[in-house]
């Protein structure tokens, strides 16, 4: 009789292919996962399937994902938890463990999720964060950026800040919050949203970014939105500054 | 005509064998100075001697560490700082470069030293700050660390502190503040003397450990000292959660 367990679990995505299991690597979250649940419950490898809210980026790191798996296993929930510390590498941590109903499911469930991207642009190199932020060649106009998100916020077609060119549904999404902090040296964006694209936090990032390095103007933005082309959006922002800080379910 | 120049330096001492320069590997913080200021100065580079106001272990961190070295270049301080820091590695910044008088000697003249030691009990594994934290396997009793801590303060014979068994000079230091903060799971303390013996910092915190986890009494302490015997303090707690803070000078 398998129960279905919830896992909440941050991760260090620096060294893994992203979140997705890979046929030919085993150094993605979900593989690694996979594996270590396989070896704590005696499944067959095969058999164990766990469902990430959403699916990172290579690179990209998370303080709260939210997964789940059926698992035909006697252990309790914080006997659980710490078997899977004890074989996870150190940097994949399972914070939470709960059995719930068979009907969760993290992905189809999550009705919100909250991204974080940090930037730096000091002169000091951040030797003890280097791997959790970007590096920017100087200042952007911050007031510029803010503008620009601005016309971000709300339900709009993202296709022109999905990264997959072929993606046949539906494009529309909605962004309730996106909030650009300043603090020495330090810029940090925070996207709300019910839902993202493949790679959408870090187009807009990218969009924001160029908007702040003068390359787009923030009055740029609702044409871009308009085109449904991903070439007229601004560049990918590289994937080490990207954070999956939170997912909502009802 | 060379000029003296002092660097205040951050690194993360993860993936190095410690500060001081080894013949049979660059993975040192001086060689990689040594070799990064011989390739931007042209000098020979057994003529660059990078002096260090202290030589930290392998796997220690530093924030403020203070260096100096004579130098024949025309750069001025700033143009040398951005030099270096685009030729070391992204583990190594140089946060300031001054030019300073040629009686400056960045370990002669350097008369107090802070450091910091910083440990974790909590369940969940901190994937982000993991290599500057050392895992404890539980919370120690800290109101004993704080009683045994203040046996620790003032101008003792460390001997019994002293990595090296067979240090020939005075092992007379001085601690004018030890303190020990407890917040959400993490346990950081700071040390700060005149100076500090090869593995002092860390035979004093895994003394401190130690009592913390009933292994020794905080009353063991005066009598430690006492012998002056290295077999009487407790472990040598690991180098990964050791940071150098800061170096005083007149």
């Given at each position: 009789m398998k129960s279905n367990f919830k896992f909440t679990l941050s991760y260090d995505g620096s060294r893994y292919f992203g979140w997705?299991?890979?046929?030919?690597?085993?150094?993605?979250i979900q593989g690694k996962l996979e594996r270590v649940l396989s070896g704590?419950?005696?499944?067959?490898?095969?058999?164990v399937k766990v469902i990430g809210a959403g699916r990172t980026d290579a690179g990209v790191h998370a303080r709260a994902m939210v997964a789940n798996a059926?698992?035909?296993t006697e252990l309790r929930e914080d006997a659980l938890l710490n078997e899977m510390n004890r074989f996870l590498p150190d940097d994949i941590?399972?914070?939470?463990?709960?059995?719930?109903?068979?009907r969760f499911h993290a992905r189809y469930n999550a009705i919100g999720k909250t991204y974080r991207y940090s930037c730096y642009f000091g002169t000091r190199k951040p030797v003890f964060e280097r791997k959790y932020l970007s590096i920017l060649s100087g200042r952007p106009d911050v007031d510029a950026m803010k503008r620009a998100a601005e016309f971000l916020v709300g339900e709009h077609d993202f296709r022109s800040f999905c990264g997959n060119t072929?993606?046949?549904?539906?494009?529309?999404r909605k962004i309730d919050h996106l909030e650009i902090t300043e603090?020495?040296?330090h810029i940090r964006m925070y996207f709300h949203g019910n839902g993202f694209l493949q790679n959408q936090v870090r187009i807009m990032v990218g969009t924001l970014l160029d908007v702040g390095f003068g390359k787009l103007a923030a009055e740029d933005i609702p044409e871009i939105l308009?085109?449904?082309?991903?070439g007229r959006a601004g560049h990918t922002a590289e994937a080490r500054g990207l954070c999956l800080m939170k997912v909502d379910y009802e």
């Open positions: 997705e299991h890979q046929p030919n690597t085993e150094l993605t704590i419950t005696g499944m067959p490898e095969g058999d059926f698992l035909d941590s399972i914070n939470e463990v709960k059995i719930c109903s068979p072929h993606f046949k549904k539906s494009t529309i603090k020495t040296c308009e085109a449904r082309d991903r």
